[in-house]
């Protein structure tokens, strides 16, 4: 079992940055693979991106490949979400998910809401 809780959404302006965080609490962190995904109002789910357990790799969506990255630190039980250069089309809830499978989530946070305003 472990509990996801994120930080650090609020309402930015658009070309603006904000940096998410993701805290873990229960089992050990780093068995963990880490990822981000997001809801818009209205739509599915999408996919952000995602960062293996040792923060080595990570794999992005195309709506956001190159402007957002994921990083963690396995000392602090803690992944990251820095997002640049927003776009009012990344408003959404962001949430983090961990897994021990690729592909499945086992866990998720209660997810912080971000608003890119025009």
């Known amino acids: 079992q472990v509990q996801l809780v994120e930080s650090g959404g609020g309402l930015v302006q658009a070309g603006g940055s904000l940096r998410l965080s993701c805290g873990a609490s229960?089992?050990?962190?780093?068995?963990?693979?880490m990822s981000w995904y997001r809801q818009a109002p209205g739509k599915e789910r999408q996919f952000v991106g995602t960062?293996?357990?040792?923060?080595?790799?990570?794999s992005y969506g195309d709506s956001v490949k190159g402007r957002f990255t994921i990083s963690r630190d396995n000392t602090k039980n803690t992944v990251y979400l820095q997002m640049n250069s927003l776009k009012p089309e990344d408003t959404a809830v962001y949430y983090c998910?961990?897994?021990?499978?690729?592909?499945?989530?086992?866990?998720w946070g209660q997810g912080t809401q971000v608003t890119v305003s025009s």
């Open positions: 960062i293996n357990r040792s923060g080595t790799t990570t």
């Open positions: 998910a961990a897994g021990i499978i690729p592909g499945r989530n086992d866990y």
């Open positions: 229960g089992r050990p962190f780093s068995v963990y693979l």
